[in-house]
C-alpha cells in the first residue's frame, strides 16, 4: 500500500522574476512626475559687448564698500569720509541720494574675501531703495 502525501499550497520562496520589472516601473514612475524647482538667481541686467565707455562724475556716484568682516562702508563721490552703516541703513541712505540727484549710481565693491551673503543684502537693500543704476566692482585696496 502506498502512502500518498499531501502536498501543501504554501511556497516559502518569494518570486523574484518580476522584481527587475517591478524596479524600473518605479524608477520610471518617479523620473517622471519628480519635479525641480528653477534656480531664480539675480535679476541684473549686464551691458551690451558693444557698451562704450562713459566718464560719470563722482558726484553722481556713492560707494558702497563691502569689507572682508561684511561691515559695509558707505563713502559719497570724491570725499574721503567713510562711514561704517548696518544693513538696515543703506535702503535710507539710497532713497536720500536718489531723492537728491536722480542720476545717482550706487557703486557696490565688494572684497574678494567677503562671503557673497553680504553683497547679495547690500543690493536687495539698494533694489528696496529703488536704485536701477547699480555697478557691481572688485574692491582693490
Request: aromatic share 6%; no cysteine; charged share 25%.
Amino acid at each position: 500500500m502506498a502512502l500518498l502525501k499531501r502536498k501543501s499550497g504554501v511556497v516559502s520562496e518569494i518570486p523574484t522574476a518580476s522584481m527587475a520589472d517591478i524596479a524600473f516601473l518605479l524608477l520610471i514612475f518617479f523620473l517622471v512626475t519628480t519635479t525641480f524647482e528653477e534656480e531664480k538667481g539675480l535679476p541684473i541686467v549686464l551691458p551690451e559687448a558693444q557698451a562704450e565707455e562713459v566718464e560719470v562724475p563722482q558726484k553722481n556716484i556713492v560707494h558702497f564698500l563691502i569689507r572682508a568682516d561684511g561691515a559695509v562702508v558707505v563713502r559719497r563721490g570724491e570725499s574721503i569720509t567713510e562711514q561704517v552703516v548696518p544693513y538696515d541703513q543703506i535702503e535710507q541712505i539710497m532713497r536720500f541720494e536718489i531723492a537728491n540727484n536722480p542720476n545717482i549710481i550706487a557703486a557696490l565693491k565688494t572684497d574678494p574675501k567677503a562671503p557673497y551673503k553680504h553683497m547679495v543684502n547690500v543690493l536687495d537693500e539698494l533694489q528696496l531703495a529703488g536704485a536701477d543704476r547699480i555697478s557691481l566692482q572688485v574692491w582693490e585696496k
